[in-house]
């Protein structure tokens, strides 16, 4: 009687050891009222020709040898670089008509400028919601995972509780070590369970997939305007000026996000339109989010700069 009673509990044990094995379910971000798209604008930015930053660098600084070069560059930017130069060419003129007309070119400059500035805080929101949805999506599946090994170790305890009962009651050797090697192995099997910690997984399309212009660098970004786009891809804004921002923000993924070995598969998930992501994707996900968001929000230095830069020449 015993000895069944043994394998009964035995054979509760092994069902729960089936059930941790079964093969992993992948939630659908659907499932959880989480699309990949509720991040991005309501409306995609729009611009007008005036306001493009011209591509080529080298002529314009050339063409402007009296402008600081960073100035220069930020100005281009932003669209104001005539406008600038207006102001430079009535500097110190106090006459009445010079004066309204200089309050006027101020008044244009101030507007572009604080269009870029909202530009910025646009997009930094955005990149900020990105990595919020990734961070919960990550604690979401840490919460199952966290829940599977508490059962499953709890399991194990209770088995090698029971198994060193059991071979003390049972006074026969053949039962007796039947038992031991039973509930050895069965405990060990739960053991081994707990190490597989990311088996809950989660699909995530990106149907607007803010870290791909980053990684593949096209000319022209479809997500990020003219103005922040040439910022990050221009190198002269970088602190040593030999590779852009976005280059830099790349490396720094590469070697420290991506550990230097970036797959095909890595590159495809989080370059790509999106696919299954186990908890440590999120996560790696939400931290290059934060860094391009980082990157995107110090481009205010360089406004400041160049609204110091227009005071003195008042």
């Known amino acids: 009687m015993k000895i069944r009673r043994i394998l009964l509990l035995f054979a509760s044990l092994i069902l729960v050891l089936l059930y941790a094995c079964k093969t992993p379910r992948v939630i659908n971000s659907n499932d959880l009222t989480i699309t990949g798209s509720y991040c991005a604008p309501a409306d995609a930015f729009s611009s007008s020709q005036d306001t493009v930053p011209l591509k080529n660098t080298d002529s314009l600084l050339k063409a402007n040898p009296d402008l600081p070069e960073h100035e220069v560059l930020m100005a281009n930017a932003t669209g104001t670089l005539f406008l600038i130069r207006q102001m430079k060419a009535v500097a110190g003129d106090t006459t009445l008509a010079v004066m309204m007309k200089r309050a006027e070119i101020r008044s244009r400059i101030q507007h572009r400028l604080l269009l870029a500035t909202l530009e910025i805080a646009g997009i930094a929101a955005e990149l900020d919601c990105e990595g919020e949805k990734a961070d919960q999506?990550?604690?979401?599946?840490?919460?199952?995972?966290?829940?599977?090994?508490?059962?499953?170790?709890?399991?194990?305890?209770?088995?090698?509780?029971?198994?060193?009962?059991?071979?003390?009651?049972?006074?026969?050797?053949?039962?007796?070590?039947?038992?031991?090697?039973?509930?050895?192995?069965?405990?060990?099997?739960?053991?081994?369970?707990t190490i597989n910690a990311a088996r809950k997984k989660v699909r995530l399309a990106h149907l607007r997939n803010v870290l791909s212009d980053i990684w593949y660098m096209p000319d022209t970004s479809a997500i990020y305007p003219p103005f922040t786009w040439y910022v990050l891809n221009e190198r002269h804004f970088s602190n040593n000026g030999q590779i852009s921002l976005a280059a830099h923000v790349k490396k720094r993924w590469e070697r420290f996000d991506l550990e230097g070995n970036a797959s095909k598969s890595k590159i495809s998930l989080f370059f790509g339109d999106g696919g299954v992501y186990k908890a440590d994707d999120l996560h790696t996900r939400a931290a290059m989010v934060n860094e391009l968001q980082s990157t995107i929000r110090s481009v205010n230095q360089d406004l400041q700069r160049l609204l110091h830069y227009l005071v003195s020449i008042e």
């Open 137 to 193: 999506l990550a604690r979401y599946l840490d919460n199952f995972n966290s829940k599977r090994n508490t059962r499953l170790t709890v399991a194990s305890i209770i088995t090698g509780a029971i198994t060193t009962i059991a071979t003390v009651a049972i006074k026969e050797d053949g039962p007796q070590n039947a038992v031991a090697i039973g509930g050895g192995l069965l405990s060990a099997g739960l053991g081994a369970l």
